[in-house]
């Protein structure tokens, strides 16, 4: 893993050296975890000797069938930061796996809670963005989930800092404007409740 992900970020070397580590790699996909999906993903960003087709290819034929069916429950089910960084870089990665994308949206939807606010704001923007496109795998799938999104997770704190019909944190001036509004139980301090 850390050869190929030499070879990506440095650009240099030879194909067939780059090939051999890529076929070792491949072949050790099933004793991958999902941080090392992620720091592949992160490594691809500065590839620029193949197309994103190569490392799409790669996800879907040897990454995909073990993240969901063996490492999913243990490494993503109960951490939120791992789920937010995987789907970061599938997005960046313009990866639109129907398969993978719907298993992180049912993930959201059962959390008992949303660690904070930019967590909370990027499984919204996802969510909508598939939703909303007609390209989307899941296009006009997700009312129920965008709904539970808000009935669950969008408390006092939150709709006075993020606006969830347009989608978007609010300014900074609104917010200043508008401090007047908030009453000071819709804040809680302390007691891991807060974002």
């Not at 893993?1 to 050296?17: E, P």
């Not at 704001?121 to 963005?129: G, L, S």
């Amino acid at each position: 893993m850390g050869a190929v992900i030499g070879y990506w970020r440095m650009n240099l070397g030879s194909a067939a050296a780059l090939q051999y580590w890529e076929h070792y790699l491949v072949t050790q996909a099933k004793d991958l975890h999902v941080r090392d999906i992620v720091e592949l993903c992160q490594a691809f960003r500065e590839n620029r000797t193949h197309h994103r087709d190569h490392w799409r290819g790669m996800l879907t034929k040897y990454f995909k069938k073990p993240m969901l069916e063996q490492l999913w429950k243990a490494e993503v089910d109960y951490n939120q930061r791992v789920l937010y960084e995987l789907m970061v870089e599938l997005e960046h990665l313009e990866y639109w796996d129907k398969d993978i994308w719907r298993r992180c949206f049912d993930t959201v939807g059962h959390k008992k809670r949303i660690n904070n606010l930019t967590f909370f704001a990027y499984f919204h923007k996802m969510m909508r963005f598939f939703n909303e496109d007609p390209k989307s795998p899941l296009f006009q799938t997700l009312d129920d989930d965008i709904a539970k999104l808000q009935e669950k997770h969008f408390n006092a704190n939150r709709e006075w800092r993020y606006n969830f019909a347009a989608g978007e944190v609010r300014p900074l001036q609104e917010l200043i404007d508008r401090r007047e509004e908030a009453k000071p139980d819709d804040f809680h301090i302390g007691g891991g409740a807060a974002d």
